[in-house]
Structures are given as C-alpha cells and as structure tokens.
C-alpha cells in the first residue's frame, strides 16, 4: 500500500511536537521543570478617576487616528486637485491614463507642498508644545485647528458656509473662531467641489472642440462607423502636450490656493 507523503503544515506541526518532546526531556534530566508563558486577557476596576481619564484619552486617540486618512483627504487642498485630475483623464478621452495610483499619489504630494505653511503652524504652535509637556491634550486640539480653520476659511464660499450654519440653526458668528468645525468641513468640501467642476469646464472646452472637428471631418468622409474618439485622441495628447499642460494646470492649482 502506497501512502502519500504528509503535508508542509503535518510536517512542520510534527518536527514542533518532537522539538519540545526533546526540550521537555532534556529539562527532566536536568531536574528543572517546564513553565510555558499563559496570557491574560481581562478589565479591572479602576483604582483613581485619572485611569478612566487616561483610558479615554487613549481610544479618543485612537479614533482619530482610525480617521487620520479622511480628516486628511476632507480639510486639505487633495479634493480639488484629485477631482481636477479625474477630470483631465475624461476630457482626454483615456479614463484609465494615468492610472488611478499616480493620481492619487501626485495629488497627495501636491496637497503636501500646498499645505506645508499649515502644517509648520500646527506643528510649531500645537505639536511641539504638546510633546513637551506645555499644554493640555485640549489645548492641543484647540491649536491645531486654529491654521486648519483659516485655511478652510479662505477657501469656503459664505454662501456655502452660510448654508450649514443655517441647517444647524446655528447664530451668525461674530469672528472666526465661533465658526464651529461641524459646519465648516462640509461647506469646504463643497466649494472645493465646485472650484474644481469650474477648473474641469475649462479643461474640457479645448478638447471638446477637436472633438467636434473630428467628428464633422469623419462625417463629411463618410466614415460613420469609425469612433471620433480613436482619431482625436492622439491630437488631444499632441495638444496637451504642446501646450505644457501639465505644467499650466499644476502650476494654476497651486497658485489657485495662495
């Protein structure tokens, strides 16, 4: 009777077994027992209030944390460049061309450098002091979101910020401090939302027309079964590249934030 050699998983749990088979032997002839390592796993009472304050602080961390990559995408310069971009792809005719990892990843180094003075503010007037032990984790958050707020002021619309200040039923505010960050993130959002839908317009006009051309010469050819789109892309890419665009539409989304 043939029987089939034993799987890597029964060899390896095997030749285990016959290791601490040997070192459980080995330590009898030495007379000294075997303690193998238990792990406990429980929540005890605690002993002062400041444990259950340190124990909150902690997940509060924690959360922000786990929320590090939307507050990132939400209160900074990523969403209008990375719409801007996603636009470029479809005016051009290529949805896929640059690909999506090159987009996101050029939009998060560009939104680094624009959002690098912020940054420095909040480091230099929250962070620093924190880790030193100057000011309070309230106090922290209370300084970080000073830059992040004027930032998000400069580039919001009152229209706009109006709006979720009016659906919060929230009063009109004296200063920029009373803004509260609840209604100010979205009306940002949107009003980068609609910056970029402008900046796409303008990408798409010139590339619309070549568009419009090539489908008139097609049709006055009699060539009615052949797409536009394959004879004007190559023209659009020519254009695009004549022109620098990619010098003109990153260099004009940078200024765009000054």
């Keep these: 009777m043939i029987t089939s050699p034993p799987r890597p998983s029964a060899l390896a749990a095997l030749t285990l077994a016959v290791a601490l088979a040997g070192a459980s032997t080995a330590l009898a002839q030495e007379g000294a027992p075997l303690n193998l390592p238990s792990i406990t796993l429980g929540a005890q009472n605690a002993a002062s209030p400041e444990q259950v304050s340190t124990a909150l602080q902690i997940v509060i961390l924690l959360t922000v944390l786990t929320l590090a990559p939307a507050i990132l995408v939400m209160t900074t310069s990523f969403v209008r460049i990375a ?26 180094f560009l939104t680094f450098f624009i959002m690098a003075p912020v940054f ?36 919001t619309r009152k229209k706009d910020l109006g709006l979720f200040m009016k659906i919060a039923g929230e009063d009109r505010p004296r200063n920029e401090q009373d803004v509260t960050m609840s209604a100010l993130v979205p009306a940002f959002v949107i009003s980068e939302l609609r910056t970029a839908f402008e900046i796409g317009f303008l990408l798409y006009v010139p590339f619309l027309v070549i568009d ?47």
């Design 83 to 108: 719409v801007s971009f996603s636009l470029l792809r479809n005016a051009l005719g290529a949805p896929q061309v640059p690909p999506t990892q090159i987009i996101v990843g050029l939009s998060l």
């Design 212 to 258: 419009m051309v090539v489908a008139s010469v097609l049709l006055s050819m009699g060539m009615m079964m052949l797409p536009p789109v394959m004879i004007s892309l190559p023209f659009k890419l020519m254009l695009f590249v004549l022109v620098d665009g990619w010098y003109l539409l990153v260099g004009s989304l940078v200024r765009s934030f000054g």
């Design 120 to 155: 420095d503010q909040v480091h230099d007037k929250a962070l620093k002091p924190y880790l030193d032990g100057a000011i309070s984790q309230s106090a922290f958050f209370e300084e970080a979101a000073k830059p992040m707020r004027e930032f998000m002021l400069k580039q």
